[in-house]
Every structure is written in C-alpha cells, then in structure tokens.
C-alpha cells in the first residue's frame, strides 16, 4: 500500500552522466556491459524506498543512430527511453530533464534524479517543496552543490551501496565505516 496515495515518484536518468562517471571517474576505461548498473535494480528501489510506484525516464543522446538493443532492453525493463537529438554543442539530455523536473514540479508527484551533474540544481531546488525528492549517484562524485539542497529535504542514496545496482564491487576509495571494514578486502 502506498504512503502517499496515488503518487508516483519519477525515475529520471542520466545516463551519459552515469556512464561517463562509471567510465572516466571509477574504472578508467569504458564500461563493459557487465560493469554497468542493473537498472531494473534502481526502479525496484525508488518503488521500495518510498513504498509507491516508480516510473523511469531514461534520457540519451542519440545523435543521427538510434540504440534500438539497449532500447529494448530499457523498455523490457519498465523505462521509458527518451532519445533526443540536437546541434553539436548542446547538452540535449541536459535540457530535457530540467524540463521534465520543471513540468513534475506542476504535478503531484515525486522525483529521484540519478546524476551527479549539477546542471539541475535551480530545478531541483524548485521541487523540494514538500514532495520527497532523491539523487541516487556515486557519493563523492556528485556535484558539491547538492549537499545545500539536503536542509530543503533533498535524500541522498549511493548507486552502488544503497540502491546495490552493481553484480560486482567496484573498486571506489571511499570512507568505511568500521563495521563494515573487511580487512581481507585489502590483502
């Protein structure tokens, strides 16, 4: 049963953002198949979290070729892909989730955010209204301006740690707590 009645929390993805960190950032080459998130896992877990459904918007440049694999493979999956096209130099994913997150903020409804770019951060601060608003990233790269949204209700899960979107480890420098510190993990 939901806490909120008919509400939905919107999944919005972006999934450049997400790849290019995974990428550059984490494992310093492209990610193999393998090695990127499970994204069923993150849908199930925005439904779970705040025990209502959860609709999933991934947003992806696709510039002159469409992915139709990896499409069919997001909409298998329950997303709606939303491949967007425009001139060399614009952000297209960009421009389409600060719209979408300032039409969500017309409608009775909630958001996670899965980016760390801080492109959205005058939308997002729009939307922490009231309604639960959520940025599932890796923590520490997500853009620092995020940390001021948290006093305005902003929630904070880990891709990796928190949403468990991974089938394996990734190797991330990270503060353990002592708990959860497994010395083998280092030997």
């Not at 979408?100 to 903020?105: D, H, K, N, R, V």
């Not at 948290?150 to 928190?162: N, P, R, S, T």
Request: hydrophobic share 40%; glycine share 8%; proline share 6%.
């Amino acid at each position: 049963m939901s806490d909120q009645g008919d509400r939905t929390t919107y999944v919005l993805v972006d999934g450049e953002n997400i790849d290019a960190t995974l990428g550059t950032s984490i494992l310093s080459r492209r990610p193999q198949p393998e090695e990127r998130p499970r994204w069923d896992r993150v849908l199930k877990f925005a439904a779970d979290r705040w025990h209502q459904p959860a609709k999933g918007l991934f947003f992806l440049a696709a510039n002159g070729e469409l992915p139709m694999s990896f499409i069919q493979a997001l909409t298998a999956l329950g997303y709606k892909p939303i491949p967007l096209s425009g001139g060399p130099h614009e952000k297209v994913v960009d421009i389409a989730i600060q719209r979408t997150i300032e039409a969500l903020a017309e409608r009775d409804a909630d958001l996670m955010l899965v980016s760390h770019d801080g492109d959205f951060l005058p939308q997002l601060e729009d939307v922490c209204d009231g309604r639960r608003v959520g940025l599932i990233a890796f923590r520490e790269f997500r853009n620092a301006g995020f940390v001021a949204l948290a006093d305005q209700g902003l929630e904070f899960f880990d891709l990796e740690y928190d949403v468990g979107a991974f089938n394996t480890s990734l190797k991330r420098i990270r503060i353990i707590p002592i708990e959860e510190f497994e010395p083998l993990d280092f030997l």
